[in-house]
């Protein structure tokens, strides 16, 4: 009995995970900036825009912050119109089949930060200049199908066969982050019609993080759980760890 809790916590972990996965996240539209003309940070789109103010300063925490996720599904995927109604891919076997058989093998997440350290820039005639410091982080994960199947189905049991245990291959999840500063200097010249402009960027690395397994299968059973495989872990940065 206590062992049968066990499984059935970790199921819902499992669910929840699947669940944060699929919410669509709410952050920056980053890409609205390039059409705010108002905007100094404008130029970090495009080098060749000049801000309309003369000079501007940007410190941390006040200055530009950017948040993204990309995940493997779209809101569609998850809710749609079914039988006059809302669907939702949870709803029915049918929906769980179709939502599963439509991903990927190897469904990606991606995550991406950066944030304002310093930034500044000013006027000269018909020129203007920019220097900004930027730490930026991004990740990437890839989860096997299997996790959804799993995630989805649970652990069906073929009673007549006398089969209580899944296999599930998870060999193809793996994960990579990086973390870094970038400076960069720009420079941008507005002629009558046109301008044009360009940057100087120096990255300066501060970590970067990589897993990934060779094999790694997951034995599910009605007494117990077992998950057996070999996998690498790399951790690179400049500092000493």
Do not use: C
């Not at 059935?8 to 669910?15: D, E, S, T």
């Not at 539209?29 to 404008?42: E, G, I």
């Amino acid at each position: 009995m206590k062992n049968f809790m066990k499984i059935r916590n970790i199921k819902k972990a499992l669910f929840a995970l699947l669940i944060l996965a699929m919410t669509p996240a709410f952050a920056q539209q980053t890409n609205t900036l390039y059409f705010l003309d108002n905007v100094p940070l404008r130029h970090s789109f495009n080098p060749a825009f000049q801000p309309l103010s003369n000079m501007y300063l940007s410190l941390t925490p006040l200055g530009y912050t950017s948040i993204s996720l990309g995940l493997p599904v779209t809101l569609k995927d998850i809710y749609f119109k079914q039988n006059g109604g809302t669907g939702m891919f949870l709803n029915t076997h049918e929906n769980k089949l179709n939502f599963y058989n439509n991903l990927a093998s190897s469904p990606r997440i991606l995550e991406g930060f950066e944030t304002n350290i310093l930034n500044f820039g000013f006027r000269v005639e018909k020129a203007y200049w920019t220097f900004s410091i930027t730490a930026k982080q991004d990740a990437l994960m890839a989860l096997p199908k299997d996790f959804f199947k799993l995630a989805l189905f649970g652990t069906p049991a073929d009673i007549e066969n006398n089969q209580f245990t899944n296999i599930y291959d998870l060999q193809q999840l793996n994960a990579s982050a990086n973390a870094y500063l970038e400076a960069a200097l720009g420079y941008s010249y507005q002629m009558e019609k046109w301008s044009f402009g360009g940057k100087l960027k120096f990255l300066y690395g501060i970590a970067n993080v990589s897993a990934k397994f060779d094999n790694l299968d997951l034995h599910t059973g009605i007494e117990e759980w077992r998950l057996s495989g070999n996998g690498a872990l790399r951790v690179s940065s400049p500092a000493v760890l």
